[in-house]
C-alpha cells in the first residue's frame, strides 16, 4: 500500500471491483501481523505491510486469492477469514487500486513459518505502529479494528466511525453466525488458554490485576494465563509463569483442574480455557509484563476481588465444588433451559486435592 492510499470507504465501489486481496492478522494479546518487504522495485519497498497479492485467472473469488497468497508466501492457512474494508491504493502513476481486506484470527509463532517473500513477519501491537515505516492506510486499518475488536469482546456499541467500516464490509471482524463450521466448509479451531490455579498455605488463589489498557479484561482481576502456541498447553503453562510472574514449575508437579468452555459473545471463536493446579513451585509473584498485569494478590475462594473475569469465577467455584468442567455462552440446547452456563460434576472430591 502506497503513502497516497485514501481512506477507508464507506461502501464498496461500482466502478471498479477489487482486483487485490489483503490479509488483517491478528491473535489473543491484540498485537498484528506485520510483513516486512524487501528492498526491490515494489510498492513500499523496506517497510512494513499486510501480507497479500493480486487477483489470478483461477481465483474463483477474492477469498481464494488471499487464502493462495498466504499459503504461497508463509505457507500460512487461516480458518476464518472476514471481508472487513475496501481499500483503495494509490500507485506512483495514479493508478488506482482498490484493495480488498480480509481479517482473521491466528495465534502461532511467525518464526516457524516458511516465507518465500519478503524479509521478516512480526507480531506488533497497535500502539507500537506509529515508530514503524508504515503507511498511515495500514495504521488506521489496524487501529479500527482493533478498536471494533475491543468493542465486541466487552459488548460496547462501535462508534460511528467504526459502523461506517462495518458497512463496507457487510461483516464483523469475527463470523456472527454460530455454527459447526465457517460458511466455506472448513471448522472452526477453537483457542486453547492454559490458567494457573496456585494456592498458598492459607488456601488463598493467586490472581493477577490487568492493565487498564490490556486487550482483554483491563483493569479486572483474572488467573496468570496464556495462549497455547506450538506446544502442550502444561508447557504453556510452565513458560507464562516464568515470563509473567518469576514463578519457576516442574511440570510433574502440575495437575488438571478445570476447563471452561466459552463462548464471549455470539459468533466469537470458541475457547477452551484450561486450568492447571501447581502443587508446588519456586519464587515469589513478580510482575514482569507490567503492561498486561500491574499487580499480583492472593484471594480466599470465597472472597474474590471484583471485577473479575466471569470465567474465571466459575472456574474458581467449580474447583471447590470438586466439578471438572463448566460450560459458558453456548446456546442452549433446549428453551426449557434458562441459564447460560452448564457445569458437569464429577464427585464429593476436589480435584487439586486428589
Known sequence: MNEQTSHIHTALPQELPPANASALIYNDSGEYLLHLRDEVPIWEPGSWSLLGGG????????EETIRRELCEEA???IPSLVPFAVEHARASD???VPI???????????????LTEGVMLHWFRP???PRLRITPSTRNLVRRHAGML????NGFAPSATDASVRTTAHRSPHPRTPSAATAGGRAVLNVIGAHLYLENSDGEVLLGLRHPDSAYAGSTWHFLAGHCEQESAVTCLVREAREEAGLVIDPADVTYAHAVHLVDTPGTQPRMQMVFHARRWTGTPEILEP???IRWSWWQPEALPEPIVPYTR?????IQAGRLYTEMGWPLPTPSQAAPTRVLGIGDRNPVDQ
Do not use: Y
Request: proline share 7%.
Open 75 to 77: 505457507g500460512l492457512d
Open 150 to 153: 475491543h468493542a465486541d469482546r
Open 55 to 62: 487477483r489470478e485467472p483461477d481465483d474463483r473469488s477474492l
Open 291 to 293: 503492561d498486561k498485569c
Open 127 to 129: 500502539e507500537v505502529m
Open 94 to 96: 495514479g493508478t488506482t
Open 100 to 114: 480488498q481486506i480480509f481479517a482473521g484470527p491466528w495465534s502461532g509463532d511467525p518464526t516457524t513459518l516458511n
Open 314 to 318: 466459575a472456574a474458581i467455584e467449580g
